[in-house]
């Protein structure tokens, strides 16, 4: 049944119907409204799950962290400078295999300071081994809960997942949702079996120190697991689908691609503009398609070779920067794409905020069907 | 205009911000049954409230964003919030 | 934003796909904000600020000296306008209609705090049509709970009995 509500009371209420044991968050805008109703749930005795309040986010990973090694499921979400605070953590988390989930309510990196939106924050942590999924609406941010969980906590996987929803655009958006019951989302994630867990019964360390000989035999293993965690999305996906009516079996998702001259590509909330801006060109008389990013890490390269089959041109929207080497998702996708004959061009867009209306869409699109691209989309010169 | 690097800024911007076009209500202050115990300047969260030549006080209705508590704090009743005409 | 929010889910009660967001993240009151309404039969995708609004409202009419808050606006277009002075200078574009309401007062008489929300979604829906009264007040008992659900609607009543005489 549909409800009305707002992004970030969506993602509390699935995230309360996934029965985590611990939560452990800091506030900081624009998650706040996930954490504060989380701890009104705990506080009323509607989530039987332990709330750990902390001074910083760095603790909350931690505290996470803890706990998940002590065999809970465990819960948390922050965004942009939090995200940072927990920067080495998130390699611990991932290293010591922890099947945490973890709302990255996107937003831009400072300096300068902005709460408002882009991706640069989950995005700048891709080398971290945490599972990365996008979503382009709140309906998408709620279902790809459930499947980060599952996923997460195969024991053929065990690795930590970011879900990722736009800042504002989509945490602050008030629209319509699907909340599955507490019997369905039971049905499709069983109670957490940890692999292993810290007891005092039975002791062990985790997370030790490993000598040359060893150390990258154990990342080895976890790029391992990413790359099993490809098939474990697309058969979680599935199931979802089978389940629930949406089908999540998809690392990426074509709109009117089949017979697109050029395609777009893009991650979030940006994909539903994209859309009805394509419809519009399509009306025109233009051949363009979106290819949609679910999964950005594990890195979808094979699933976007064989999606853009045909296509000529792409211009890829990066809500990112790495500094001193262009967009993030732009330098993958022209690396997954070498050596096939097609052009694609990079667009740093709609950084700290900035609105992107349809418009600017179809500019992008005009840009690199005449060879201009690698750039930065719609920058103000007049105020360099 | 050039973006200054380090993304700095030299202070005192916020005296642009003229907040007083906020507020609803507007607080009137009698200096007649005013004791100067000087109350309403200490609580005033935005510091818009002045000492007079008189001792008495006064609002800064620049900045004022109606928020009634210098209202509520006077122990002389010596403050009433009113609707402002706009 | 709640304005925003209670209109967008009146709408959605009519049966309608509605999203309401803000522009400026800073949740605080007092501060001039912006906020988004869409509904349509279709659902919607797009997720850009609205800049040809068929509708508008303004909260705080001192906002139209500094702001101009009708951009983008075309012939057709309703504006509602919370203020006392129904002779106030518009700066309406061309075509566009406009309709006052004082707000502020009915809010403290009804409600007792100058919140405005609630008063102008009866103003709404009586200037444009777009949302009955019946599913107006059905969303704000759905919204709030006794007597706030009672005094609310008393306020957008009002304001909707107001535009109605007018429109």
Same mark, same amino acid.
């Given at each position: 049944m549909l409800e009305f509500m707002e992004g970030s009371h969506a993602v509390a209420e699935i995230v309360k119907r996934c029965r985590p044991q611990?939560?452990?968050?800091?506030?900081?805008?624009?998650?706040?409204?996930?954490?504060?109703?989380l701890a009104q749930m705990v506080a009323n005795c509607e989530l039987d799950a332990e709330y750990i309040t902390v001074e910083s986010e760095f603790s909350a990973l931690s505290a996470c962290l803890g706990a998940s090694a002590a065999g809970s499921r465990v819960y948390s979400a922050t965004t942009s400078q939090g995200l940072a605070l927990m920067f080495e953590v998130c390699f611990n988390v991932a290293g010591m295999?922890?099947?945490?989930?973890?709302?990255?309510?996107?937003?831009?990196?400072?300096?300068?300071?902005?709460?408002?939106?882009?991706?640069?924050?989950?995005?700048?942590?891709r080398d971290s081994g945490w599972l990365q999924f996008y979503a382009e609406d709140n309906q998408e941010t709620a279902d790809l809960h459930m499947i980060a969980y599952k996923v997460c906590e195969d024991h053929d996987i065990l690795l930590p997942a970011f879900v990722c929803f736009d800042g504002f655009i989509l945490t602050h958006t008030y629209e319509p949702v699907s909340l599955p019951t507490q019997e369905e989302?039971?049905?499709?994630?069983?109670?957490?079996?940890?692999?292993?867990?810290?007891?005092?019964?039975?002791?062990?360390?985790?997370?030790?120190?490993?000598?040359?000989e060893y150390y990258m035999e154990f990342r080895y293993e976890i790029d391992r697991a990413m790359q099993r965690a490809r098939q474990s999305f697309i058969k979680a996906g599935r199931e979802f689908g089978e389940q629930f009516g949406r089908d999540y079996s998809g690392l990426v998702e074509g709109y009117r691609l089949e017979?697109?001259?050029?395609?777009?590509?893009?991650?979030?909330?940006?994909?539903?503009?994209?859309?009805?801006?394509?419809?519009?060109?399509?009306?025109?008389?233009?051949?363009?398609?979106?290819?949609?990013?679910?999964?950005?890490?594990?890195?979808?390269?094979?699933?976007?070779?064989?999606?853009?089959?045909?296509?000529?041109?792409?211009?890829?929207?990066?809500?990112?920067?790495?500094?001193?080497?262009?967009?993030?998702?732009?330098?993958?996708?022209?690396?997954?794409?070498?050596?096939?004959?097609?052009?694609?061009?990079?667009?740093i867009i709609a950084l700290g905020g900035r609105d992107v209306r349809k418009r600017d869409i179809a500019a992008v699109v005009d840009l690199a069907e005449k060879g201009k691209g690698d750039m930065f989309y719609g920058l103000r010169t007049e105020v360099l | 205009m050039a973006l200054r690097v380090g993304c700095a800024a030299p202070p005192g911007r916020a005296r642009d911000n003229k907040?007083?076009?906020?507020?609803?209500?507007?607080?009137?202050? $009698?200096?007649?049954? =005013?004791?100067? /115990? %000087?109350? *309403?300047?200490?609580? @005033? +969260?935005?510091?818009?409230? #002045?000492?007079?030549?008189?001792?008495?006080?006064?609002? $800064?209705?620049?900045? =004022?964003?109606? /928020? %009634?508590? *210098?209202?509520?704090? @006077? +122990?002389?009743?010596?403050? #009433?919030?009113?609707?402002?005409?706009? | 934003m709640t304005a925003a929010e209670l209109i967008a889910f009146a709408a959605f009660e009519g049966g309608a796909y509605a999203q309401a967001f803000p522009a400026f993240g800073v949740e605080r009151r007092g501060a001039?904000?912006?906020?988004?309404?869409?509904?349509?039969?279709?659902?919607?995708?797009l997720r850009s600020q609205i800049y040809e609004p068929d509708y508008i409202i303004v909260q705080d009419s001192t906002l139209i000296g500094d702001v101009n808050v009708f951009m983008g606006m075309r012939a057709g277009g309703i504006a509602i306008v919370n203020t006392e002075k129904p002779d106030f200078?518009?700066?309406?574009?061309?075509?566009?209609?406009?309709?006052?309401?004082?707000?502020?007062?009915?809010?403290?008489?009804?409600?007792?705090?100058?919140?405005?929300?609630?008063?102008?979604?009866?103003?709404?829906?009586?200037?444009?049509?777009?949302?009955?009264?019946?599913?107006?007040?059905?969303?704000?008992?759905?919204?709030?709970?006794?007597?706030?659900?009672?005094?609310?609607?008393?306020?957008?009543?009002?304001?909707?009995?107001?535009?109605?005489?007018?429109?």
């Amino acid at each position: 049944m549909l409800e009305f509500m707002e992004g970030s009371h969506a993602v509390a209420e699935i995230v309360k119907r996934c029965r985590p044991q611990v939560i452990s968050a800091y506030p900081i805008t624009p998650q706040t409204h996930i954490v504060e109703d989380l701890a009104q749930m705990v506080a009323n005795c509607e989530l039987d799950a332990e709330y750990i309040t902390v001074e910083s986010e760095f603790s909350a990973l931690s505290a996470c962290l803890g706990a998940s090694a002590a065999g809970s499921r465990v819960y948390s979400a922050t965004t942009s400078q939090g995200l940072a605070l927990m920067f080495e953590v998130c390699f611990n988390v991932a290293g010591m295999r922890q099947p945490i989930v973890m709302t990255i309510a996107n937003r831009s990196l400072g300096a300068p300071l902005s709460i408002w939106n882009d991706q640069q924050d989950s995005i700048s942590l891709r080398d971290s081994g945490w599972l990365q999924f996008y979503a382009e609406d709140n309906q998408e941010t709620a279902d790809l809960h459930m499947i980060a969980y599952k996923v997460c906590e195969d024991h053929d996987i065990l690795l930590p997942a970011f879900v990722c929803f736009d800042g504002f655009i989509l945490t602050h958006t008030y629209e319509p949702v699907s909340l599955p019951t507490q019997e369905e989302v039971d049905a499709y994630l069983p109670a957490f079996t940890p692999y292993q867990r810290l007891d005092a019964a039975n002791p062990l360390s985790m997370g030790m120190y490993a000598t040359p000989e060893y150390y990258m035999e154990f990342r080895y293993e976890i790029d391992r697991a990413m790359q099993r965690a490809r098939q474990s999305f697309i058969k979680a996906g599935r199931e979802f689908g089978e389940q629930f009516g949406r089908d999540y079996s998809g690392l990426v998702e074509g709109y009117r691609l089949e017979d697109a001259d050029t395609a777009l590509i893009a991650m979030g909330s940006i994909c539903g503009t994209v859309k009805d801006a394509i419809d519009e060109m399509r009306d025109a008389g233009k051949k363009v398609g979106l290819l949609k990013i679910r999964t950005y890490r594990p890195f979808p390269a094979p699933e976007i070779v064989d999606a853009l089959k045909g296509v000529s041109t792409v211009a890829v929207l990066d809500k990112n920067i790495s500094l001193g080497n262009g967009g993030a998702v732009g330098t993958e996708v022209k690396s997954a794409l070498y050596g096939s004959g097609v052009t694609v061009y990079d667009y740093i867009i709609a950084l700290g905020g900035r609105d992107v209306r349809k418009r600017d869409i179809a500019a992008v699109v005009d840009l690199a069907e005449k060879g201009k691209g690698d750039m930065f989309y719609g920058l103000r010169t007049e105020v360099l | 205009m050039a973006l200054r690097v380090g993304c700095a800024a030299p202070p005192g911007r916020a005296r642009d911000n003229k907040t007083g076009t906020w507020r609803v209500f507007k607080p009137v202050f $009698d200096p007649e049954t =005013c004791n100067r /115990c %000087g109350m *309403c300047a200490m609580v @005033c +969260p935005e510091g818009c409230v #002045r000492e007079t030549e008189e001792g008495t006080f006064e609002p $800064d209705l620049d900045y =004022c964003k109606g /928020c %009634g508590i *210098c209202e509520e704090i @006077c +122990p002389k009743k010596s403050i #009433r919030m009113e609707k402002e005409e706009k | 934003m709640t304005a925003a929010e209670l209109i967008a889910f009146a709408a959605f009660e009519g049966g309608a796909y509605a999203q309401a967001f803000p522009a400026f993240g800073v949740e605080r009151r007092g501060a001039p904000v912006q906020a988004f309404v869409r509904f349509s039969d279709a659902k919607i995708r797009l997720r850009s600020q609205i800049y040809e609004p068929d509708y508008i409202i303004v909260q705080d009419s001192t906002l139209i000296g500094d702001v101009n808050v009708f951009m983008g606006m075309r012939a057709g277009g309703i504006a509602i306008v919370n203020t006392e002075k129904p002779d106030f200078d518009s700066r309406v574009p061309e075509g566009v209609k406009v309709y006052t309401v004082d707000a502020t007062t009915i809010a403290l008489e009804e409600l007792g705090v100058p919140i405005t929300n609630t008063t102008l979604m009866g103003a709404f829906a009586a200037a444009t049509g777009e949302i009955g009264l019946e599913p107006l007040k059905h969303a704000l008992q759905r919204r709030f709970s006794g007597s706030m659900a009672e005094k609310n609607i008393r306020a957008a009543e009002r304001a909707y009995n107001l535009i109605g005489g007018a429109a």
